[in-house]
């Protein structure tokens, strides 16, 4: 399934798509190498082939190089984004607090560190969602570290070339959460403000793990690599993911085809994110 990578952006009426594979691909394939006794992974279940006949759209409102940038406000609205996915992440105007899509519901973790429901018109300066439908599944088992974890998970994707939601279910041990307070203008760098952020701890506690793989062909446009965001399943605890352990936890993934993205209006950008590296190393302080 791993053909010859076509990559095209249309400007089309405003809205950025981009081909991210060949969606007339083949049924996914699982990896099936041995378990380890630790950090063990079996694959459980495969979609069918009539499963990947249309291809899976991820929605992204905006970029995450225009967050770097510091576009903290926009007119885009939870209930709009609703409309484009049932599933995802993202962040709010003046970055208030962190966004999980759950459910086809918005949920908020401030920089108080408990979970609210958000209103649809409220709004979102980054965001990205899709309407999730897993097409690999696996248990995860023994996992000692956000390290562990992470390297976990780039053994188990099929490849490094398409995007991939991730849903984690399990009775976490551990997770070590961070959120945003809200900000006033005028706004701070993103680097700047992830250091004063706080940081939430809890034990032995149930919820879900929801987020992106995005590959390091579209780092500026999303985040690259692993980013996910926590919601306990009694809705007291969430934010995004610091740090995790578990001992057994079940794992979705689907992986979307195409990436449409809907650029947010022009701006008066007090901040220059400057050359790639400098957004990699911001990158890696703010979301990693
Ligand atoms: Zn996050």
Redesign the pocket.
Known sequence: MNTARTTLCCLLLGTLLVFAGDFGHAEPTLLGEPCAPHAAALPVATASPQAKQQPTIVFQFNTIQALLDGQYDADFTCGELRQRGNFG?GTFNALNG?MLVLNGQVWRVPGSGIPERVADHERTPFATVMNFRANHTHELRGIQSIEQFRKKIDELLPNRQDMFALSLRGDFAYVKTRSVPKQTAPYRRLVDIVPTQPTFERHNVRGMLIGFWFPASLEGVNVSGL?L?FLSDDHRFGG?LLECRFDRASLEICQGDELLIRPAPPHDTKHDAGNRQQLRDELNKV?R
């Open positions: 992440i962190e980013h965001h995004h979301e």
